[in-house]
């Protein structure tokens, strides 16, 4: 698919990424490394941030203003994960109503990565991706999918890509592999949403949110 990989003015986005459940870190920071080259295809300039899990603990970066161009995913236990009370197999959950501006919260669960992991080793062809990145893919094309239905609002599922509903094999063998991306259509309404976000956030003053209650 062709994408737009040249940086519009306003394109920037910053990921606060809590991982609560205790991803390695290397698995992690390859993740995050992935979901910024995905977001990039898509024109974008995605900003993936290691994230306080305490008041005790110092942000790697001072958060400074923050406002709608900046988001918050949290990586949640199998625990933390049952007591949102979803369906056993999801990988992550973007909560609120599709048709809410500005919403900026996402959680992926670390079991469910894990899962698909180690269904994915039948799939993957001629071992082109060693085990131990296959998590890191999955948890990076489920920060973009999760991200995704914040930056597409409605009808944000579609057909094929990252942003289908349901990934099949094929799909879990082209994530590992890392074939998926956004389509060019997905791509155009993502930098719109976002150049949206980034014009508002001058206008808004927040602070970087504190642990929630479960996970202190």
């Given at each position: 698919?062709?994408?737009?990989r ?14 609560y459940a ?8 390859r ?24 008041s005790?603990?110092?942000p790697?970066q ?33 909560p609120?109503?599709p048709?809410?501006?500005?919403r900026?919260?996402?959680?992926l ?5 894990e ?10 062809p ?6 131990s ?8 094309y ?24 349901r ?50």
């Amino acid at each position: 698919m062709a994408q737009a990989r040249e940086l519009a003015p306003n394109s920037r986005i910053t990921v606060y990424v809590y991982n609560y459940a205790g991803v390695d870190e290397s698995t992690l920071h390859r993740a995050q490394r992935v979901a910024r080259y995905l977001f990039r295809e898509a024109g974008v300039d995605a900003v993936l941030l290691d994230g306080p899990l305490s008041s005790e603990e110092q942000p790697v970066q001072e958060a400074g203003e923050l406002g709608p161009s900046d988001f918050f995913l949290h990586i949640l236990t199998r625990e933390a994960a049952e007591s949102l009370g979803l369906r056993k197999y999801a990988l992550g959950l973007a909560p609120g109503t599709p048709d809410e501006l500005n919403r900026n919260v996402v959680y992926l669960f670390d079991h469910i990565a894990e899962k698909l992991a180690i269904e994915g080793g039948p799939v993957r062809p001629s071992r082109i991706v060693s085990s131990s990145d296959e998590k890191a893919q999955i948890l990076a094309y489920g920060m973009a999918h999760e991200i995704g239905h914040l930056l597409l609002g409605s009808n944000s599922h579609g057909p094929f890509g990252i942003m289908r509903a349901r990934w099949n094999k094929k799909d879990l063998c082209d994530i590992i592999c890392g074939f998926l991306l956004f389509t060019p259509e997905e791509s155009q309404r993502i930098r719109g949403e976002v150049a949206r976000r980034n014009q508002e956030k001058s206008a808004l003053r927040v602070s970087v949110p504190m642990s929630p209650q479960w996970a202190r």
